[in-house]
């Protein structure tokens, strides 16, 4: 079972840019769709961003523009650049891997998730 940690959080001012990074042991992630999300208090978890194993992207449309998700099979490892931050953006942010045969398709089904990193957006 792959086993994810995260990083890269901390506290911006509005405007700023943060980049999360995920990192994967005990498994390749080129078996995974992989994906972030993040919850903020009071709030339900929300898919920001996820990717293919082909390296397709979707995003949530609150993100579009401003938050790029990639990934680095032969490191395995997942990034999310997050430009433009806003004070909305403060939140929890988890990485999270869908183990998937389809190169083309993800289940939405995220099994293995890391213990997250703090993101904070002041005004």
């Known amino acids: 079972q792959v086993q994810l940690v995260e990083s890269g959080g901390g506290s911006v001012q509005s405007g700023g840019s943060l980049r999360l990074s995920c990192a994967a042991s005990?498994?390749?992630?080129?078996?995974?769709?992989m994906g972030w999300f993040r919850q903020a208090p009071g709030k339900e978890r929300e898919r920001v961003a996820s990717?293919?194993?082909?390296?397709?992207?979707i995003y949530a449309n609150s993100v579009k523009g401003r938050f790029t998700i990639s990934r680095d099979n032969a490191k395995d490892t997942v990034t999310l650049q997050m430009n433009s931050l806003k004070p909305e953006d403060t939140a929890m942010y988890y990485c999270?891997?869908?183990?998937?045969?389809?190169?083309?398709?993800?289940?939405?089904?995220?099994?293995?998730w890391g213990r997250g990193t703090q993101v904070t957006v002041s005004s």
């Open positions: 005990r498994d390749k992630i080129i078996n995974y769709c």
């Open positions: 999270a891997a869908d183990r998937t045969t389809y190169t083309y398709f993800c289940r939405g089904q995220y099994d293995y």
């Open positions: 990717i293919r194993r082909d390296g397709a992207t």
